[in-house]
């Protein structure tokens, strides 16, 4: 072999070698995805679960793995469950295009033959649960679509397996109105022109909040000015901004899940900002959103179904946990994670086996108990919330409704959870 | 830039033949899976190195006919009952036809002007899909959901959709091969060498061009039907930069140019990015395939298998002549006698 290319093949060789070494180094010291094990003497229950942990929505994925890691070493410090430890076995979905989901899925499902998946939420809605469903694979999400709801009634045979542990996304623009409703009706704010202008999130999830809050304005004889949908990794506002101003609306809601989107936006209205109520959803639950929005998104108020219960005892405590071992506050998404794995948990336990159906019975009838509220699923394998679809706020998840008053998410709806009130923004 | 001439390697093609029908009888559902979707990247890949390394043509929206490809087929099939067989060649064709249209603009156009006009056509596309308006044929966000898949009596149907994208990928590389050694391919060589000698031949560059984009339109497109019809949904991820950029990932490591150069490319990287997810974890996982990509590109720019073949090709061809030589010898003493 000529030398110079008998040179280039060893340079390539002693390369390669750095490059996996440093690799394997790193991801050694970075923890890998499953956890350390205490010896076993029976075989672990494998738990399964998928998250972003790279892509636009690494930081939610990164919170997903924290919840995911403190609930499993708190399970297996505590000896496991039915004598057995918890092996966590996690996969990288990135951007969550269909391809890289249904893959993961299928890895847990078919190589990996995991007990159990518990996982938050994706953007693609049915193909993971048939994987699910042809291997007899059980799986908890939180989801929050109004597809999940279809896929039960149009899987009579395998609905037994899958269970979302929040109420369909269809609630959330119901919620939204009734909020509304109840600070005019309290007194706490008075609106002008009953306008509205609508930023959709570019996701099916951004989408259908605006379109139920749409069509829940519109009964009560308000009218939507704007109504634009927004890209993730939008920074510059401008145009929109040039209309909000000229319209000048009563609520301007903005369903974007990108927090730096929400903080590029927030920046750029607080410039010149009109008499408006600001409200978002989930995309400003992540810590980094007040983090990185400091001043500028002092009022906003943002809303989820599934969120943590600032203040709450439970909550308290486990987040107390969390910041010990993490050093900052817990987001949103490891919250409910975390629980979900508890029910999980505590479900099996109760079954005494981890036979699929009867874990699957036992979660039907169980009553959990977590950072987020109240897990109880109803007849269609999902959480209902409180006030939206249950009067009783110990059988619920709360819709919550958060203000950022300085610097803190304050929850200001509903009653009796919330530990602060409504304020008028300081822009206005 | 060197173009590979296009030749075969009989017995090798043949054992990678063997191994391509024996594969999923031995291997298990995962893995199975990884290569059907290789399979699908090849066809994708093959065909955009079609566009970028034979034909000079600097197109960066191939995604396009993938993604026309695979909405057309899916809601044919979910809303009036199109079998998938027939789906799926009518995502090719309106693939085809999505081509000649982009086509009759785009080549009026030279040098980055084709890469940031194909570009923003797939933006567009992109954008069209998620508007509320097109809820109705596009699925919006959420995407066709429930794509019913190919069925055959009690086959298998994860073997069914392997052998299916086997055959379909050997079906596009046979025709790329033929395409290739014909007038048009020996055109098309003539064009990527200069275009301003190519016309004085009397080669048509505008038509010659057209012909290699739709030809490469259609097997994309049916790439992106076959996705529908396997993964059973649709959404716009399918034409996002980040697929784009994957796809561009194959062809380079694999080699730009190359004929089978991009099959290699898109089996690596997409095994490779597969396997060190169970290993590593998150932006580690993401720098080890970018220091790995770098590594290929720097030292192999002709590609990862044309690095493999020379050394071979440079160590066998001397004791293949001297045997051949050697042959000759006998011949012509067993003559002389």
Same mark, same amino acid.
């Given at each position: ?106 890895? *847990? ?101 605006? /379109? #139920? ?10 009218? #939507? ?10 920074? /510059? ?162 819709? *919550? ?28 | ?9 009989? =017995? ?16 298990? %559902? ?26 000079? +043509? ?18 044919? %099939? ?27 603009? &785009? ?23 998620? =508007? ?11 995407? =066709? ?34 395409? =290739? ?53 649709? %959404? ?6 980040? %697929? ?25 990287? &997409? ?32 590609? +990862? ?33």
């Amino acid at each position: 072999m000529p030398e110079k290319i008998l040179g280039r093949y060893v340079m390539v060789i002693i390369l390669a070698i750095i490059c996996f070494v440093g690799g394997f180094a790193a991801g050694w010291m970075s923890k890998p995805p499953e956890t350390q094990m205490v010896q076993p003497t029976l075989p672990p229950i494998k738990l399964g679960s998928v998250a972003p942990l790279t892509g636009p929505f690494a930081s939610s994925g990164e919170e997903m793995k924290r919840g995911l890691e403190m609930a499993v070493e708190e399970i297996n410090a505590r000896g496991g469950i039915l004598g057995r430890q918890v092996q966590l076995v996690l996969r990288d979905i990135e951007d969550m295009s269909p391809d890289k989901i249904i893959s993961a899925f299928t890895d *847990l499902c078919a190589k990996e033959k995991v007990d159990f998946i518990v996982y938050g939420w994706t953007v693609v809605y049915g193909p993971q649960w048939d994987i699910c469903a042809t291997y007899g694979v059980p799986v908890l999400h939180v989801e929050t679509v109004k597809e999940f709801d279809d896929w039960i009634k149009n899987h009579p045979n395998d609905r037994w397996l899958n269970f979302m542990a929040d109420a369909p996304d269809t609630y959330y623009g119901i919620g939204f109105a009734k909020f509304l409703d109840i600070l005019i009706k309290e007194g706490l704010y008075q609106p002008v022109n009953k306008k509205i202008a609508m930023m959709r999130g570019e996701d099916a999830y951004g989408q259908r909040i605006c /379109e #139920v809050f749409k069509n829940e304005m519109l009964s009560r004889g308000w009218t #939507v000015v704007i109504d634009e949908t927004i890209t993730f990794g939008t920074v /510059e506002y401008t145009p929109i901004l040039t209309k909000i101003r000229a319209e000048s609306p009563d609520v301007i809601i903005n369903t974007d899940l990108v927090s730096s989107d929400l903080v590029a936006f927030m920046k750029q209205f607080r410039e010149n900002p009109t008499k408006s109520l600001f409200i978002t959803a989930f995309g400003a639950a992540a810590p980094e959103f007040i983090e990185l929005g400091q001043d500028n998104v002092e009022g906003v108020i943002w809303t989820t179904m599934l969120g943590q219960l600032r203040g709450d005892p439970v909550r308290e405590a486990w987040a107390e946990n969390y910041k010990k071992r993490y050093g900052e506050e817990p987001g949103e998404d490891a919250a409910f994670v975390y629980d979900m794995v508890m029910l999980w948990a505590t479900a099996t336990a109760v079954a005494g086996t981890t036979e699929p159906r009867a874990v699957c019975k036992q979660l039907e009838k169980t009553i959990y108990r977590g950072n987020c509220g109240t897990y109880l699923f109803n007849e269609w394998h999902w959480a209902p919330g409180y006030p939206d679809t249950t009067d009783d706020p110990s059988l619920g998840l709360p819709h *919550l409704f958060y203000q950022i008053q300085n610097r803190q998410n304050v929850l200001i709806y509903p009653s009796p959870f919330n530990v602060g009130t409504f304020e008028l923004p300081p822009w206005f | 830039m060197k173009i590979e001439s296009v030749r075969f390697s009989h =017995l090798l093609e043949v054992i990678v033949l063997f191994i391509g029908i024996i594969f999923p009888l031995l291997s298990v %559902t995962y893995y199975v899976h990884l290569v059907i979707l290789s399979f699908l990247w090849s066809i994708v890949a093959v065909c955009w190195n079609l566009l970028l390394g034979y034909s000079g +043509i600097s197109s960066f929206g191939n995604l396009v006919f993938f993604g026309v490809g695979a909405y057309s087929s899916a809601w044919l %099939t979910i809303n009036m009952g199109v079998p998938p067989w027939l789906g799926i060649f009518i995502g090719g064709l309106l693939a085809s036809f999505m081509s000649i249209l982009m086509g009759a603009l &785009t080549f009026r156009l030279r040098g980055v002007y084709v890469a940031l006009f194909t570009f923003a056509s797939q933006e567009m596309l992109r954008y069209i899909v998620l =508007l509320p308006e097109a809820t109705k044929w596009t699925g919006g966000p959420i995407g =066709l959901l429930g794509v019913p898949g190919f069925k055959l009596s009690n086959f298998n149907s994860l073997y069914l959709n392997y052998y299916l994208a086997f055959g379909i990928l050997l079906i596009t590389i046979l025709s790329i091969h033929k395409l =290739l050694n014909s007038r048009t391919g020996l055109a098309l060589n003539a064009m990527a060498q200069s275009e301003i000698y190519a016309k004085t031949l009397g080669i048509n560059i505008f038509k010659t061009r057209l012909i290699v984009f739709s030809i490469a339109a259609f097997f994309t497109g049916i790439a992106g039907s076959f996705f529908a019809y396997y993964l059973h949904v649709v %959404t716009d991820e399918y034409l996002s930069f980040t %697929t784009m950029v994957s796809i561009i990932f194959m062809i380079l490591i694999g080699g730009l140019g190359t004929f089978y150069g991009p099959v290699a490319g898109a089996f690596i990287y &997409t095994i490779f990015s597969e396997y060190l997810k169970g290993i590593l974890s998150g932006a580690i996982r993401l720098i080890v395939i970018s220091m790995a990509i770098m590594i290929i590109t720097i030292l192999f720019p002709s590609g +990862i298998l044309e690095a493999i073949r020379k050394p071979f090709r440079s160590a066998l061809k001397p004791k293949v002549r001297s045997l051949f030589k050697s042959a000759n010898d006998t011949k012509s003493k067993a003559k002389n006698i």
